[in-house]
């Protein structure tokens, strides 16, 4: 019998010099080249990355073979020599075949933000809904690449850019993969016709949805948790939670709202992984309001608050109402305070003060209150009575004959919802 043996090689963490081109194309988009470098430090540090240098170059366009010019190829390899490194991440998205050339040229493994991104999440998720669309989004990003991923693949084992699908999976024919795509998209369209029917449930019973979104890292599950007192995972740290979470929350006035956490955004989200988690995403959609959680205290929330801005209108949810919540004000010094907007649907608020969150709830109530409108229903008409009592509050009550009256300040999107079922029942009186 063939005895198994095993690779005994011990696991190297990652030692990695961060790399970013800025060419004219990066310019025209208004992003700081500072900001972007800083946050793929967080990021890689996020994915347990020990960063060791950084290397910055300035170009009109990237070079088709190698991505840098070759003089900042040589400069990278001495750098990377140098910091005793094993590999090499690069801010922007590379193609296979630069990946390839690269890696021949640096002999150390080579990781691209997105796929720095993906791998972040691979590692964060935890549910079955959450793996299947990371590992979908991990293999739509890696076919059109695979032949520029074979030294990465057969380097030591673990570290970034090997979780998620695995190696064995990754090493396959295209054909295998393409098989395997088709088959986590069809276990994610049975993810998203259950969510559909929740969703068309809730619609049925007036429940009205709030979203929580918001750059990642900007306090959106410490605000559910202090809203709800939700048992939810809070750490200082990008991506903390992958998974949405859902809770009830109860206003002033009785009425009782979902309250729902997403995935964090953040600037260049791989489209791979939009797309994946669009099922996810889709909450946001179907929100009644959103609560647009921005941190006041990062000097760069006017960049984050327009990264959030295009992903919502990607999404197709940009026009919808939102209440703006500048957080973490105590973190914030006498000059940012100063510069945050004081007017408008802005709040300035810090999730641990419950003054801040008493405002919080109020704001969402006053937005979701519409008109007071007074409806005459038959007595008999129990359904429609307990809708009443659903899409608002009731200030007074009256019988006439067979009939009961009710004057309602109604939600205003719950009374949208089911005017038509209530309109005939509207009166004057």
Do not use: W
Not at 204 to 220: D, F, M, P, R, S
Not at 273 to 279: G, I, Q, T
């Amino acid at each position: 019998m063939k005895q198994t043996t095993y690779d005994t090689t011990p696991f190297l963490p990652d030692r990695a010099v961060l790399v970013s081109l800025i060419t004219d194309e990066v310019k025209r988009t208004g992003i700081d080249p500072d900001y972007s470098i800083q946050e793929l430090v967080n990021l890689a540090e996020t994915a347990g990355v020990e960063v060791r240098g950084q290397l910055v170059q300035n170009k009109e366009t990237p070079d088709a073979r190698f991505f840098l010019g070759k003089g900042k190829v040589e400069e990278l390899a001495g750098l990377i020599h140098e910091q005793e490194a094993n590999t090499a991440i690069f801010d922007q998205e590379l193609s296979g075949a630069q990946v390839r050339n690269l890696e021949e040229r640096l002999d150390v493994k080579i990781i691209d933000r997105t796929q720095l991104i993906l791998d972040i999440f691979a590692q964060r998720a935890k549910t079955r809904e959450g793996i299947i669309q990371v590992e979908l989004a991990q293999l739509s990003y890696l076919l059109p690449r695979l032949s520029g991923h074979g030294k990465n693949l057969s380097r030591l084992g673990g570290g970034i850019g090997t979780r998620g699908p695995g190696e064995s999976k990754l090493e396959t024919d295209r054909r295998h993969i393409r098989g395997r795509i088709h088959d986590l998209k069809r276990q994610l369209e049975e993810v998203t016709r259950h969510r559909k029917l929740h969703r068309s449930r809730r619609k049925e019973t007036g429940i009205v949805q709030v979203a929580l979104v918001g750059y990642t890292n900007a306090g959106k599950s410490t605000l559910l948790k202090q809203l709800t007192e939700a048992d939810v995972y809070i750490e200082n740290q990008l991506f903390a939670t992958l998974d949405p979470t859902t809770r009830n929350l109860i206003l002033p006035s009785g009425k009782e709202i979902v309250l729902t956490d997403t995935v964090g955004f953040i600037q260049n989200l791989p489209h791979d992984l939009v797309a994946s988690f669009r099922a996810t995403l889709e909450e946001v959609n179907e929100a009644d309001l959103i609560l647009h959680v921005v941190d006041a205290s990062s000097d760069n929330r006017e960049e984050q608050m327009r990264v959030v801005g295009d992903i919502l209108n990607e999404l197709g949810a940009g026009d919808k109402p939102q209440i703006l919540l500048f957080n973490k004000i105590d973190l914030c010094g006498p000059e940012q305070l100063e510069m945050l907007p004081s007017s408008g649907s802005a709040l300035k608020i810090s999730a641990y003060n419950d003054d801040d969150l008493i405002r919080v709830v109020a704001a969402i109530q006053e937005h979701l209150t519409g008109e007071t409108v007074t409806f005459k229903l038959p007595a008999s008409q129990g359904d429609l009575i307990a809708l009443i009592h659903r899409i608002g509050r009731v200030e007074e009550q009256g019988t006439e004959q067979d009939s009961v009256i009710y004057k309602v300040q109604v939600n205003h999107d719950d009374y949208l919802k089911q005017k038509h079922k209530l309109e005939p029942y509207v009166t004057k009186a």
